[in-house]
């Protein structure tokens, strides 16, 4: 069983940064992809950005160079950094993990980011 926690979210003005911070926990020795979606209000959920365990990452082309990921093999986290936010980036922002290639989903409870003036 994989337990992820986020943390890292909140209200910030447009323009601002916020860092996201995940981290795993439970019986894993290794995990092949890490990554974050969002679901808006209304919306369905999104990929934002992914990573694997080799440093592949992929993303949102609305992210695109706001919006970066890196995460501690070790540690097993992943983190997401967030530049020059919009209103539209508001969102409940979900980490997710797969253990092995097509291997199942696992989520997080998910934070609230609130981009706003």
């Known amino acids: 069983q994989v337990q992820l926690v986020e943390s890292g979210g909140g209200l910030v003005q447009p323009g601002g940064s916020l860092r996201l911070s995940c981290a795993a926990s439970?019986?894993?020795?290794?995990?092949?992809?890490m990554g974050w979606y969002r679901q808006g209000p209304g919306k369905q959920r999104e990929l934002v950005a992914r990573?694997?365990?080799?440093?592949?990452?992929n993303y949102a082309d609305s992210v695109k160079g706001r919006f970066t990921i890196y995460r501690d093999n070790d540690k097993k986290m992943v983190f997401l950094q967030m530049n020059s936010l919009r209103p539209e980036d508001t969102a409940v922002y979900y980490c997710?993990?797969?253990?092995?290639?097509?291997?199942?989903?696992?989520w997080g409870q998910g934070t609230q980011v609130t981009v706003a003036s």
């Open positions: 997710n993990c797969r253990l092995t290639i097509g291997g199942v989903d696992n």
């Open positions: 439970g019986s894993i020795f290794s995990i092949y992809v």
């Open positions: 990573i694997t365990s080799g440093g592949s990452t």
